[in-house]
Every structure is written in C-alpha cells, then in structure tokens.
C-alpha cells in the first residue's frame, strides 16, 4: 500500500482540516491492510516500536511472564489531581480487561490529599478529595473484577500536605542545605508516629490490601533542632532505618506489610537498607534506566538483605509532557524484562507508575497503559511487535494497518522531553512552554530557533484512521487532541522566529500572524477545557491555578490557558507585538 501524501497548506481550523482529508480518508478506509491474526511471520509489515535495542538484555528475544500471583499493575496519581470515581473505574476495568490484578492508588502528596481524613484534622486536603465511603465503594469495584487496590499516604517527604498547613508547620524539616525542590517531615518527634498512626489506621479501614504504601522517596529532612540532634547522636542511616521500622510496626499492628520507595535506601543511602525490618518491601522507581541489568542489580541488592522488592518504571513520568516517548517504553522492558527473568520468592512483581495527570489529556494515553499490560502479561517482545495493533483491534476495535502503525511509531519517537541532567544527552525534539510573557517571548526571538512538527502528519493521518474506530472513540478523539496540541504549541514557536528572521519586517503581516496565533490558541484552549470537563472535576485546581511543588510543564491545561490570555492581550494591541519582534531582530 502506498503511503499517502499529505497536503501541506495551511490549514486555519480543525473543520477545514477534516473536509481537506475527506478524499484521503474514504481512499484509507476502502482499503484496510488488516493483520489480525498474522503469525510472527508475518510481521514484516509491522517494524517493532523503536528498533533499536543496544540497551536491551536477558529477553531481548524470549517471551518472558511473570510468576503466579506476581503483582501486574498500574499506579494512579490522585494526590497530585484527584480525577472522577467514573475514571478510577474505567483503569479499573481496563486492568481488568488486560488481566491486571493491581492498582495502586496515590492518596496523599505536597499538593494535597485526595481523601477526607477524620482522624487528623486541618491537612491539606483537595478541592475534589474523596470521602472514606466513596473509597471504599471503589475498592469493592475493584475486588469485584479481580483488581487490588493498594493505598500510599506519603510519610516522610513530599509531605506538604500535613507541613503546609498552619497546624502542622512545625514539623517540616527541610533542610536549607539540602534539595530545594523537596521536603520531609520531622522524623524524630513523637507528634510524627502518632499522626501516621491514625492517618495509617483509617486508611486499613477502607483498603482491605494486605500491603500499605508509605512513600519515603525524595526526602530532605535535617533541618529542625530535634532532627539535627538525633543525627548528631544516631547519623543519617540510623535515623532512617528507625524512623521506617517504627512506621512499619504501626503498619504491621493494622495487619499491613509496609512498602516504602527505594531511592534512599537502596541507592542514594544504601547503608539504610541492612537496618531496616526485613518484612519492608522495598518499591524500585527507576525512569531512566533501559538496562535490564541495571534493574536487575537493584533488586538482587535488595533480595540479598532478606528483603523482598517491586519493580517500578513509569510511563508518564517528568520527562515528558502530553505524550511519552520510546525511550520510556525501553525503561518499561527492561524493568519487566529483570523481574520476569528471576525466580526468586522475593521478587513481588511489577507496577508501572504514572504521575502528574495534569501533565497530559485524561484519555489520550490508553495506548501507553496498553502497552505496560501486554508487556506484564505476554513478555517485552510481544510488546513490542505487536503491543500497539492488540490496543488498537481490542481498544478501537479497529482493523490494524501500515497507517496506524505509523501514527504509533512516529508518535513515540518524536515525542518532545523536558532536557534536565539526566536526558541531556538524549537526541530529539525538546518540549517547549508555550510562550505566555514578554520575557519568554523575546527569548524565543533571541535565542531560538525552528524545531521539525511531526505532528501534522501525525495529525492527517488519525483523520484518516478515525472512519475505522468502533469502539471507544472518545478516547480516540482524545488522542487526537493530544497531537493537535503538540501540533500547535511547535507551529507557534516556529512561526514567530521565522516571521521575526523576515527583511524588511512588515507591520500587516506582524498584525495578521499574532490574530492567527490569538485564534488558533483560543481554539485549542477551548478544545482542551472541554476534555477536561468532560473527564475530570471542572474545578479543580490543577485547571486554573499554579499547584505546590509542580512546575510549569507540569500543568498542560493551565499554561496554555495563560499563552492565550497572552496572544489574545497581543492581538489586541499588535503594535506591541510588533515592538517585540522588531527589537529582536539582528541589527
């Protein structure tokens, strides 16, 4: 089948986009390549996603499942943005489907709690969190398809949700030598254990899990009297491992096991790990890695203690913005690949973390989730070779074919990353935030240049692939917004430096380029607002306003929001727009 070419014009709306791809559309639908049922034999025409695989090992090319009993699960971020029950029982049903048996649910972060607590008065609690009842009722859904949901309330850093509030301020424990972009509270005092004590206890009243997570990752801690002198005395680690066994038995008196992430004690302060009660389990999030080997020498660290692990990559992580790329599902393999790969009673099984939901649109990463499952479930190469047509003929419903699979390759191999140390050597588009004041305006013009957009390609062909979608076609809608945004948020960039690179610049077409970015930010603003609406609590915080400890890119809706309050004040005086682009100008 030859691929189709795709008219380049400009094309000013999502209407004008349709009825221009009309023809191709009716060309594609008549003549569906469907590869269901095709042996592996047969896959030729299906390339594996991102085929190279220097940094694969031990399944590289055998099928590998897990264990009997072994958690395969997903992890939800209610802390950061608690979304509706009705969205918490679709992932339900979605682990259900994909033969999924856990769930793990974020109940408390610096940004809030997405659960009502009785016991400990004033916390910082969301706009939309969820009472004891509403919860409970959810874990029963669960249970009822086969779906364990395990609760995390985060003990000792990113506890803004108990320090930020005016009752329990001091016991923050930051320290101001320490990372900045973290906190912790105050280990050694007595007021600590007994707060934990009743958030722990109502918390094992509505999660009948055997297992209760209490966070422990990315702490800086340190910085009160109380702490300084136990360290003076005890040193870090034994403060440490204490403070943990201490929550462990609290957890252990509700007849819960503990588990606790392993940054600290298992990488960053190793020295924790032999003192802590070997009952602890011990979570391994690892985002960067796409060595099986690199997993698998965590956990044999972790084993070779007496103690047992989890395995933890992320699909959505800080990396990305509204959609992930390739190198994140080699992260995913690799975990799955070392925890599938050992025999070992200590190895619990693995959970694919997803955080921040307000980095991304709700239903746009179904295929994400997707692929997780069919890598937990049939092994990595199954995954990779047919991961994307399985979510596509089981999700949509829809016959598989050469365009879709090239919406799903290019759409993870040219997703945009956030550069910071760790990614700084990685080859790509980097993600942009949309350009919403004067100053990131004129450092655009100054020291930008154009990057490629994939996405409208990525765009014209989903118009040609949505005739074939049958089932759940919200969700494909949302999946097309998705690249409508990326699609939009480079075009604006590239648009103003090339305009600004123009001799002589001319002031009609400097007025008639900001009413184009003015209208088409408006467009996408109202089209993401509506996806919100219909998905998550319209007035939640995440929407309109800045949260604690996020970062801009972290807040996809509510930055766009604000880049087109910005064109929109530009196109209503464009001779300031005008100043802007000729004083960035080489003279």
């Known amino acids: 089948m030859q691929r189709i070419e795709i008219l380049r014009g400009e094309i000013r709306s999502r209407r004008e986009f349709l009825v221009g791809a009309g023809v191709l559309v009716a060309e594609v639908a008549a003549t569906p390549l469907a590869l269901a049922g095709k042996s592996k034999t047969d896959s030729a025409l299906i390339a594996p996603l991102g085929n190279s695989r220097a940094n694969m090992s031990l399944a590289a090319t055998a099928e590998s499942s897990p264990r009997k009993n072994a958690m395969c699960g997903l992890m939800v971020d209610a802390a950061r943005l608690p979304e509706t029950m009705a969205y918490y029982k679709r992932v339900i049903e979605f682990c259900s489907d994909w033969e999924l048996n856990t769930l793990h649910f974020r109940l408390t972060d610096d940004q809030g709690s997405a659960m009502h607590f009785t016991s400990v008065p004033d916390l910082v609690t969301h706009r939309n969190a969820f009472t004891p009842e509403e919860l409970k009722s959810l874990v029963e859904y669960g ?3 086969g779906v364990e949901l395990i609760p995390e309330v985060e003990s000792f850093g990113h506890t803004g949700y108990i320090t930020r509030s005016p009752a329990y301020a001091h016991l923050s424990d930051r320290d101001a030598t320490g990372d900045s972009e ?16 009743k958030l722990y206890r109502e918390v094992a009243a509505i999660f009948p899990s055997t297992y209760l997570h209490g966070g422990c990752d990315e702490v800086n801690w340190g910085g009160s009297l109380l702490s300084r002198k136990a360290l003076q005395v005890k040193g870090r680690a034994r403060v440490w491992a204490e403070y943990l066994n201490s929550l462990n038995e609290i957890s252990a008196g509700l007849g819960k096991q503990l588990i606790v992430w392993g940054d600290f004690v298992v990488h960053k302060e190793p020295e924790i790990l ?7 389990i011990i979570m391994d999030w690892n985002y960067s890695d796409n060595s099986s080997a690199k997993f698998l020498e965590a956990f044999q660290k972790v084993s070779a203690n007496g103690s047992r692990g989890i395995g933890a990559p992320a699909l959505t992580c800080y990396k990305w913005g509204a959609r992930v790329g390739t190198e994140q599902l080699r992260n995913i393999d690799a975990c799955v690949d070392a925890y599938s790969a050992t025999n070992d009673p200590n190895c619990l099984g693995v959970i694919v973390t997803n955080w921040a939901p307000s980095r991304y649109i709700q239903a746009s990463i179904w295929d994400g989730f997707a692929y997780a499952a069919v890598a937990l479930k049939k092994g990595t190469a199954t995954a990779q070779t047919s991961g994307f047509r399985r979510f596509v ?11 879709w699979d090239e919406v799903f390759q290019t759409i993870y191999d040219q997703a945009p990353y956030r550069k910071d140390e760790e990614t ?10 949309p350009w919403s004041n004067d100053e990131q305006l004129a450092a655009l013009l100054k020291d930008g240049s154009p990057q490629p957009n994939p996405f409208t390609r990525i765009r014209s062909l989903l118009v040609q692939l949505e005739p074939l979608v049958v089932r759940n076609f919200s969700d494909f809608q949302a999946f097309e917004l998705s690249v409508e945004y990326l699609e939009k948020l480079f075009w604006r960039e590239t648009v103003v430096i090339e305009q600004a690179q123009k001799k002589p610049l001319q002031r009609e077409a400097t ?6 970015i003015a209208e088409r930010d408006q467009d996408i603003a109202e089209a993401l607002t509506r996806d919100w609406d219909r998905g998550r609590f319209p007035d939640a915080a995440a929407k309109r306003e800045p949260l604690a400890d996020l970062e ?19 196109a209503s005086h464009p001779d300031r727009f ?10």
């Open 552 to 570: 801009p890119q972290d807040q996809l809706l509510y930055q766009w929001e604000r880049a087109t309050a910005y064109s929109g004040s530009l």
């Open 424 to 433: 700084s050597s990685w080859m790509g588009l980097l993600l942009p935030l």
């Open 578 to 587: 005008y100043q802007l682009m000729q004083a960035a100008k080489p003279q």
């Open 143 to 145: 249970q009822g398809r």
């Open 511 to 516: 007025d008639l380029l900001i009413q184009s």
């Open 274 to 280: 032999g003192q802590l009660n070997k009952k602890i």
């Open 393 to 403: 003929e089981k999700h949509y419903q829809a016959n598989w074919n050469v365009v």
């Open 182 to 197: 973290f906190n912790g509270i105050i280990p050694v005092n007595p007021e600590t254990l007994t707060l934990f004590s």
